[in-house]
């Protein structure tokens, strides 16, 4: 049984940063991407980021671009995003998400096959 298991979310001020962590089990995620997708209130949900779990190739979404890095621990199977100067309008809740790594398709929600339950991040001004 695949499981995404977020942490690592909060209340934080405006210009602070936070560390989000996505635990996965259940299977291999060698030939896998992992995504970050997040979803405020009344809002779509959007991509974050992401990271290939095999050669580590990294996306961003450009609205983030340069207030975030993503990385991964191959050995405990965990994908991270730090968050660095955050903005109230950061506020949402954030979900990691996988996928097969087909080389494309990583900004698109519908594409990941295995989601998890999401951390509340919110961003105070």
């Known amino acids: 049984q695949v499981q995404l298991v977020e942490s690592g979310g909060g209340l934080v001020q405006a210009g602070g940063s936070l560390r989000l962590s996505c635990a996965a089990s259940?299977?291999?995620?060698?030939?896998?991407?992992m995504g970050w997708f997040r979803q405020a209130p009344g809002k779509e949900r959007e991509f974050v980021a992401a990271i290939s779990w095999s050669d580590g190739r990294k996306y961003y979404a450009d609205s983030m671009k340069g207030r975030l890095t993503i990385s991964r621990d191959n050995a405990k199977n965990t994908v991270y995003l730090q968050m660095n100067s955050l903005k109230p309008e950061d506020t949402a809740v954030y979900s990691c998400a996988a996928r097969m790594d087909t080389g494309y398709g990583v900004v698109d929600a519908s594409g990941y096959d295995y989601w998890g339950q999401g951390t509340q991040v919110t961003v105070s001004s």
């Open positions: 259940g299977r291999t995620f060698s030939s896998y991407v």
